[in-house]
């Protein structure tokens, strides 16, 4: 399981948030650090079971770096305050379907899917899933799907049908997302508890259809 001090660093981080406080408490940074990687590495090893695309994947290959990048941002934090890993084939900057991890005191969540995909990638995503909505949805009407997760992530999802689509398909609802994810939430609680690894590698394999899927449709 996560350990509790990771959860008080990131907590006392987000109220710290600058660099004299962080390098104050370096120390603790990177006992945090390594609690994460190390259960990154523990994950990835019970996701490399049922999905061998994942097999051999470093941990730290898959975890984001704590520092924001400010150059855009009206935020000028120098450090995020949670940790995060995108676990696919190629590491955490791939574009194929991942299992990601994120671990924020409050608003921890593990997911599966595709974010965000090139134009390209999701034109050919959307077309296969209209020339296959039975099996698109069979997969996550499926009563292990649901039992994790309840919908596809909605956030921008388009009002209309996508531009050279049609609008009367009945199955166009499916095809308006701009990402192909879905996530479970994590209470602290939940986090902290020994069956965490457990429960997380039930919620990925019930994922691993939906990703099958995905790569498919965008040659990965």
Known sequence: ???QSTLKFLSALKKNNNRDWFLANKKDYDAAK???ID???????????????VSGLEAKNCVFRINRDVRFS???SPYKSNMGANMSQGGKKSPAASYYF???PGGSFLAGGIWQPEPDKLKALRE??????DDFKKIIGSKEFKKHYSRLWDEGKLKTAPKGFDKEHPDIDLIKYKSYIVVKNLSDREVLDK??????LEAYKTVKPLNDFLNKSVGL
């Open 34 to 36: 390594k609690d994460f």
């Open 195 to 200: 069956t965490l690894l457990k429960n997380a």
């Open 1 to 3: 399981m996560i350990q």
């Open 102 to 104: 994120h671990l924020e």
């Open 128 to 133: 296969d899933i209209l020339y296959e909505p």
């Open 74 to 76: 009206h935020d000028k």
């Open 39 to 53: 259960y990154v590495q523990k994950l990835i090893a019970g996701i490399s079971v049922f999905d061998k695309k």
